[in-house]
């Protein structure tokens, strides 16, 4: 590899096959995952991944304003993804950029593929996600907590979305790139997955990869979704763990009887 | 029948997220579910619950979504020559008609009744498909609300807060004395002094924290045993 900013590329995977933070090449970083963080939102969640820290706000469905964005069929998705300053190693310029305004962008149209929005015509989904840490992969986390904070915000949606990206350094296709490995690698591509179906909601690619070194990585990132699914439904239990001892009786929802 | 009795038992207290496989087959899909492939779904986080023929599931979050019929304390946050607009908790604001109040009003006048600010107790009248809600005041019980006090709680728990068969309620009027009102979108008014309406408050936080527990109907009847004693001494 040469080019601009290779001059001091590390070496990425060694000849065990260990990565510079001794992951294997197919090995997630570890990722923690929480649920109602936030009491003033209606629903919001946090995600640590790896080094990665994204909170993720949820509001709504509530009236889209101004008058002329409401659609009259269904609600609309607005998301705002925001990088904090100290997120990075030099201060980042706060404000929206071209690359926050892209993933705002696509990470509202992945959740247009999940929320029932025909039952809330006129109003709108908010989605903030603010990313404190940055690592490399925070599109996918991002994604990972907005999906959860609309989970418990109620919002009715056909599955939840886990997302993860997988890369290619130093020649050969590894899962859930780091910042280092993402800098001097070869290419990286974020995937975002309805787990039921396993449609493809979000792909991105950056780099080059052959056709056969691009399925096997998109393999490896939707295996690897799956098991974020696993933890995003486990971070929703966990938050309503006491609920699940309510008496037979009183869950069906006596209609008002008073006055 | 012996087979889906014990699904309901089981279904009871299980806890769902989005997305979950519910059931296959014979069954219908009910609030909270969808279904895709003759198979139910999750929509929402929440309780499954089997009743009848149909796969329910009890949301433990959510916004107020208006029903027809619906008894709700609305808030005028707008006053037009012929109409008020009411905030009702929802993702959409209501009108209120001025046909649709217990009073004769002159066109204009509207302001010399209701003002911004003002709670009323109003009916949900009518909702459309685009989710244009109307409200009314022409219903019996229905008024403007003077004194008191107005908290908000969860939608989703206003059913607890009620209690089945109106017991939950029933306890708390009897023990703080209070006369209490709560509106179908989460809006509950208090009246009575104000040790008594601080009682009632702590009460109701308590069963919406504890919402999930078993024999929450016993606890809070402790808890306001305890409290009115103080009280009266």
Redesign the interface.
Known sequence: MSGIGMENKPKLVDENGRRIDGRKLDELRPIRIEAGVLKRADGSAYVEWGENKVLAAVYGPREAKPKHIQNPARAIVQCRYNMAPFSVSERKRPGPDRRSVEISKITGEVFENVLFLEMFPRASVDIFIEVLQANAGTRCAGITAASVALADAGIPMADLVPACAAGKIDGQIALDLKKEEDNYGEADLPVAIIPRTKEIVLLQMDGNMSQSEFETALNMAIDACMKIYELQKEALKNKYKGEQEVEREEVQTPKQEQR | MEERKQMQNVA????V????LLMKGHMKPGV?T?ARDGQI?A???G?L?V?GNYVNV??????YMPRVGD?IIGKIIDVAPTNWLVDINA???APLHISGTPWRIEMGETQKYLNVGDMVLCEVEAVD???RVMVTMGKP?CKKLLGGEIIEITP?KV??V?????SM??LLKNYTKCRI??G?NGRIWIEGSVEQIAIAILAIRKIEEE????G?TDSIKNFLEEKTKNLTQ
């Open positions: 009871t207290r299980k806890i997220v989005p997305g979950e909270g969808y779904f929509a929402t986080v309780i619950n009743h009890i949301p433990l979050s959510g916004k008894v993702p959409y604001p498909e685009t989710k019980g989703t059913p607890r009620i209690g089945k068969g109106g309620i029933n009102f709560v179908q919402s999930h527990l078993l929450l």
